[in-house]
Every structure is written in structure tokens, then in C-alpha cells.
């Protein structure tokens, strides 16, 4: 079993910076994907990107944040990070962390283990 826990939200200024963290605790394997996701007051939630837990670094991103936003690991910290820039305000959201085998998905109902999610505002 993975548990994950996810901090670093908070309110921000359009065009600013913030970093999740996503603490990966438990029984984690190397064949794990780390996802990160976010829900819009009603809105439906909406895959941000992805990194593989171990080996191969690259990551996988939507195309709404790719250039502006960038995953990447600690392991030796068992960090996984969400670094946002030039945040506009319909990036305002809550963000979650989630744990998966499949590199490829990019479907909530893929992810198998969440965190419970840190809120980040982003003020116009």
C-alpha cells in the first residue's frame, strides 16, 4: 500500500510561482507512476502530468500546463514535486497526488491511491 500526502498549496497572484510536494510513503515499487490531478469548483478533476517513480525521469504533461508547469522527484527524499509557474487564475484548483502501474493513462480511474488534496488559489 502507497499513501500519499501532498502540501505547499496556499493563494498566489496571477503570474506567479508555487511548488506542491507529494510525500510517497508505504510499499512503493519502481514499475509506479505518481500523477498529479486537479479539481475546479465544479468542474470534474483533470490529469495535470506524471512521472514515473523510479528510473526514467521524463514527464508526461497536459496540454493546458505544458511549458508552465514541471514535475520531478527526490527519491532519496520520497518527494515528488509540482513546480507551477506563470499560474493564471483558471489554474486555481484543488490538486491531488495519485499513485498508478500505468504510465500511459492519464484517467482519474486509473490511479489507484490519493492523497487528500491541497488547495491553490490563484488571484486575479
Known amino acids: 500500500q502507497v499513501y500519499l500526502v501532498e502540501s505547499g498549496g496556499g493563494l498566489v497572484p496571477a503570474g506567479g510561482s508555487l511548488r506542491l510536494s507529494c510525500l510517497v510513503s508505504g510499499r512503493t515499487v519502481s514499475t509506479h507512476v505518481i500523477g498529479w490531478f486537479r479539481q475546479a469548483p465544479g468542474k470534474e478533476r483533470e490529469f495535470v502530468g506524471s512521472?514515473?517513480?523510479?528510473?526514467?525521469?521524463?514527464?508526461n504533461y497536459a496540454d493546458s500546463v505544458k511549458d508552465r508547469f514541471n514535475i520531478y522527484r527526490e527519491a532519496a527524499k520520497k518527494l515528488v514535486y509540482l513546480q507551477m509557474n506563470s499560474l493564471k487564475p483558471e489554474d486555481t484548483a484543488v490538486y491531488y497526488c495519485a499513485a498508478t502501474f500505468n504510465w500511459y493513462s492519464t484517467s482519474e480511474s486509473t490511479y489507484n491511491t490519493w492523497g487528500r488534496g491541497t488547495q491553490v488559489t490563484v488571484s486575479s
Open positions: 512521472i514515473r517513480w523510479s528510473g526514467d525521469t521524463t514527464s
